[in-house]
């Protein structure tokens, strides 16, 4: 039979079907990675070239606040790695001591533990000194997502977002009162203000709000600019405002750093002179590796450099958002955008009071002025943003 004669044709695999179910990827955001590092790397050069004028007179040593900014900075990036691996649902069982600890080491600063540093009482001293003020920029970053969430869709009511903006409002409070430091009293409002405004589904109250609040502090500058006699005032708040007005006016006395900077910015023109090549920094800038150093930026870098600078922390903060727009809870969305409100509102104070845009504030341009507190607690951040990021999950196609 033709039938029997024929090979037993061996049996074909079938082809096993695609899932309908994709596979998850595994997420980490090495981008934000290297942009905190880019950061830190440009900071450090700037730093060297900023203060080694200053430290070789003061110190004997031109890399004395290099190789101090060095070693935190060092450490601090491994701690943030470190942190990133860590889930960040743990923070919600330490909510309220976080909150608590961030008052009460705020309120230490008032008793013989704190510590005066350039004439403000802001530091505090348990074995190694630090600014409590910036505890409390992470409290209100954890804690206020935290209570949204609890709230759920009672974040409608004026209830809640007034206890929201009272608990947030307690911690600049007392950054004000305890600390004497109004520009972080203003940062950890604005991030409350921020996330309640991020969590609540209707705009136009907040639109009407800050349509008030401009106005107020239009009505206000005008007042005093009209009534305060700058010869007799005493008050350095107000006066700030008066030399933010007229700078040359003061350039002697309370103006002199801003009229300084702004030489600087103008003698670097397009390109700059040059990295370490600064005039103004050899003591025209009073602190310039601080809150000034945006000015020895341009001076060097010149516009171009300044640009660089602005465009990498706008790339940080679209990493941020990136993060922040793909959590995988309301949680950490609410965190990393805690987060970028920090990091932009300080971005955007520090180089506004160098271009004399706003009144001095004494902001730290972050990842870049120097300063071992702030480096610490922004890594400390940027660790807990990574953490949110690893819990991304993205589908394979």
């Known amino acids: 039979m033709v039938a029997a004669q024929q090979k037993k044709l061996p049996a074909q695999k079938k082809p096993k079907k695609k899932s309908s179910r994709r596979s998850r990827v595994d997420y980490y955001d090495y981008s934000l990675v290297a942009v905190i590092i880019l950061l830190t790397c440009f900071g450090l050069t700037m730093l060297y070239s900023t203060s080694a004028y200053t430290a070789n007179l003061q110190y004997g040593d031109d890399m004395y606040f290099f190789k101090k900014q060095a070693v935190i900075s060092a450490v601090c990036i491994v701690a943030m790695l470190l942190i990133s691996r860590l889930d960040y649902h743990i923070l919600t069982r330490f909510v309220t001591v976080l909150y608590g600890a961030a008052m009460f080491l705020m309120f230490l600063v008032r008793t013989p533990l704190g510590v005066t540093v350039n004439g403000a009482k802001r530091?505090?001293?348990?074995?190694i000194q630090f600014q409590p003020s910036e505890i409390a920029k992470i409290a209100v970053i954890v804690c206020l997502p935290y209570m949204i969430v609890k709230m759920g869709k009672r974040i409608n009511t004026l209830k809640?977002?007034?206890?929201?903006?009272?608990?947030?409002?307690a911690l600049a409070l007392g950054a004000y009162v305890f600390t004497d430091n109004l520009s972080t009293a203003v940062i950890i409002f604005g991030i409350t203000v921020g996330l309640i405004f991020v969590a609540h589904p209707d705009v136009k109250y907040f639109l009407?709000?800050?349509?008030?609040?401009?106005?107020?502090?239009?009505?206000?500058?005008v007042f005093l600019y009209i009534t305060v006699d700058p010869e007799t005032n005493e008050n350095f708040r107000i006066g700030r405002i008066l030399v933010w007005l007229h700078p040359?006016?003061?350039?002697?006395?309370?103006?002199?750093?801003?009229?300084?900077?702004?030489?600087?910015?103008?003698?670097?023109?397009f390109l700059g002179r040059g990295l370490g090549n600064s005039i103004q920094k050899?003591?025209?800038?009073?602190?310039a590796q601080n809150d000034m150093i945006f000015s020895i930026i341009c001076e060097e870098l010149g516009i171009v450099g300044g640009i660089m600078v602005i465009l990498l922390f706008a790339y940080l903060l679209y990493r941020l958002f990136f993060i922040a727009q793909n959590?995988?809870?309301?949680?950490?969305?609410?965190?990393?955008?805690?987060?970028f409100i920090h990091i932009s509102l300080q971005v955007i104070f520090n180089i506004a009071v160098v271009v004399n845009m706003i009144p001095n504030t004494g902001v730290t341009l972050p990842f870049i002025s120097?300063?071992?507190t702030s480096i610490l607690f922004l890594m400390a951040e940027m660790g807990l943003a990574l953490s949110v990021s690893r819990k991304i999950r993205f589908q394979d196609i």
């Open 123 to 127: 530091w505090l001293k348990l074995g």
């Open 160 to 169: 809640a977002c007034m206890t929201l903006g009272v608990l947030g409002g």
């Open 208 to 221: 009407w709000i800050a349509a008030a609040v401009a106005a107020l502090i239009v009505a206000i500058v």
């Open 248 to 269: 040359e006016d003061f350039a002697d006395g309370a103006g002199y750093q801003t009229i300084q900077a702004l030489y600087a910015i103008g003698s670097g023109g």
């Open 282 to 287: 050899l003591g025209s800038v009073p602190e």
């Open 327 to 339: 959590a995988p809870d309301l949680l950490g969305s609410l965190m990393v955008t805690g987060i």
């Open 370 to 372: 120097y300063g071992g």
